[in-house]
Each structure stands twice: as C-alpha cells, then as structure tokens.
C-alpha cells in the first residue's frame, strides 16, 4: 500500500468515527420524555450508529498486530484499563449523586441495583456504558479465538467466515439477559464479525466519485423506505443497518482526500468525545427541563454542549500537564501510549 493509499485509508477511518461520534451525541439530543419530539429520526439513528462502531472496532482488531506483538494477556490487560477504568471508576464517582437527583433519596437502592449498574451494563447509571463492558468481552472472545485458532489455521477466509456466520445466528437469537451485556453481545457481535471480516475477506472497490454520489443516495432512499416500513421486522431492520453502514463507508471515501481540522481532533479523541459527551448532556437535559423548552431547543442544546464539553476537557487537561497520569488518561478516554 503506497503512503497516499494508507493515507486515505487513515482518512477514512478517521471520518466513520468522526460520523459515528456525532451521531451518538445527537441521538442523544432530546428530552427524557419520548412522546414529546418526533422520535422517529433518532430511531433512524439508532438502527446504525452503534452497529458502525462495532464494525469499525472489527476491522481495526483484525488489521492491528498488538494482538501478536504483545501477546493476549499483556493485550487483553490493555484493553480492560482502557475501556473498564473509565466504566466502573465514573460509575462509582457518579452512582450516589445521580441516583439523588433522578430519585431524590437513596432508601430504594438495594444491593440487586447496585450490581445491576456494574454488571448489567444497559443499567448502569450512565446509559451508553453499555458499549464499554461489551466491547471488551467482544475483545476478549475474539481475541481468544484470534490467538488460540485463527492465527493458526490454514483457511483463514473459511474461518473468519464461519464466525460470521455464527455472530449472526447469535444476532437473531431473542434473549433478554442483562447480567454481563449478554443481550447486547448477541445483538452486536455480528457487527464486530462483519468489520473483521472485511478486512480479512473482502477487499473493498471504490466507486468513482459520481457512483459513490448516486449510490450513496440511493442507499439512503432504500434505507429510509425500510426503516418506515419494516422497522419492526427484524431481518429487514438488519438489512437496513448495513444499507446504512455501507453509506457511512461511501461518505467516507467521498471525504477522505479532504483535510478537516476538526475531524481530525475529534478523531484523536474520539474515545474522550463517546465518555463524556452524555454526562453533560444529562446536565443540559435537566435544565432544559426546568424550563420547559421546546424539543427542538433541547436538540440544538444539547448537541452544541455534547460537542463542546469534550473539547473544554480535553483543552483544559492538555494545558494542566502537571496532572496528566496514565490513570487520568484511562479516566478521561485518552489513548496511553507505552
């Protein structure tokens, strides 16, 4: 690959986690209150957001080497500080002054909800912590099968494959366990599964720009038309979110020879962007509350606060190098390079 190929690729990369990230703090942008706005595009955003960072989490797994350079337990040791000391470090610090504000007291808080909120990631005080603990057991099974069969068998195609195919009989699997993310890890390993595999199997053509144009377009269309349709049928609902990943690839490629400067830092920090976006987000939901707004001023809000937080954090916490400590970094999502 020629240093303007690997460029673009890395271009590319950096433009679905920047499309993902900004999904999620607008989908995040609304009331509490569900009847209140219209829900349907936030559902829209919601069949494919998630489902691009899986797929991307896949694809970069299977192009990384850590995994073979470090060996899996130094590896794996890694990914648990990166993504489980943010998890249960902010749950901790947050659990008792949440609960106070949402509930008003603690008296309902038994010992079944406090371990609910570490182990049952989609109850945790702060609803999008379910991604963290998930994508670490993702890490940890793929990786086992990584290390311990993949890496050794002949026909790797064969066997990225077949993973695949069983990521998505999980995927269609109904089940309703909470302990362990166990619902969200069927849901979504399939994702993690089809990013591995594009890597390993299938080698992506790119369109020329006005195929790229007319075919992101139509993707859309067909997706849209689904999602209105069919969005409770759960093949077709499948189908719709990898309609709509391939969209996010094409935009991707449409920009990748340009230089965002802000795409570019959010990327660096995409990881600062997913943690703390939400909780301020929460902050801005409640005020707006207060007062009663109107859902569309909850949505320029709280978006405009979701972006911006991190940035301050990340700002303030560059300038105070006295403070920076790897266990800060884990803390505030920053990568620690060894």
Not at 96 to 123: D, H, M, V, W, Y
Request: proline letters at 3%.
């Amino acid at each position: 690959m020629t240093n303007e190929s690997s460029r673009k690729k890395i271009n590319e990369i950096g433009l679905l986690y920047t499309l993902g990230v900004l999904l999620t703090i607008l989908g995040h942008s609304h009331p509490n209150d569900w009847s209140t706005f219209p829900s349907q595009p936030i559902d829209f955003i919601y069949s494919f957001h998630m489902p691009l960072f899986f797929c991307i989490s896949g694809y970069l797994f299977a192009k990384s080497r850590s995994l073979e350079k470090n060996g899996f337990l130094k590896w794996i040791g890694d990914k648990s500080k990166r993504l489980l000391i943010p998890y249960f470090v902010i749950s901790a610090i947050s659990f008792i002054p949440k609960t106070l504000i949402e509930k008003g007291s603690l008296t309902s808080i038994g010992l079944n909800e406090l371990l609910q909120c570490f182990f049952a990631p989609r109850n945790n005080i702060w609803g999008h912590f379910w991604f963290l603990p998930v994508i670490f057991i993702l890490y940890l099974v793929f990786g086992l099968w990584k290390s311990f069969f993949y890496n050794s068998v002949k026909y790797k195609k064969s066997a990225a494959v077949g993973m695949l195919a069983v990521t998505l009989v999980l995927h269609f699997m109904k089940t309703d366990i909470e302990w362990l993310g166990i619902s969200d890890l069927c849901k979504f390993a399939v994702y993690f599964a089809i990013g591995f595999s594009v890597c390993e199997v299938i080698k992506v053509k790119k369109l020329r720009k006005a195929g790229l144009i007319a075919s992101t377009l139509v993707l859309v269309f067909v997706s849209v038309i689904l999602f209105l349709k069919f969005r409770h049928n759960a093949p077709v609902m499948f189908i719709e979110s990898l309609l709509m990943l391939v969209v996010c690839l094409f935009l991707s490629q449409l920009l990748a020879e340009k230089n965002f400067k802000y795409v570019n830092f959010l990327n660096e920090n995409v990881f600062t962007f997913y943690i703390w976006s939400w909780p301020f987000q929460a902050v801005a939901e409640k005020v707006l509350t207060i007062f009663s707004a109107e859902w569309y001023v909850y949505t320029i809000v709280m978006f405009f606060i979701g972006a911006a937080a991190p940035c301050l954090i990340i700002l303030a916490y560059k300038k105070l190098k006295f403070i920076n400590r790897n266990f800060i970094n884990y803390l505030l999502g920053f990568r620690v390079v060894k």
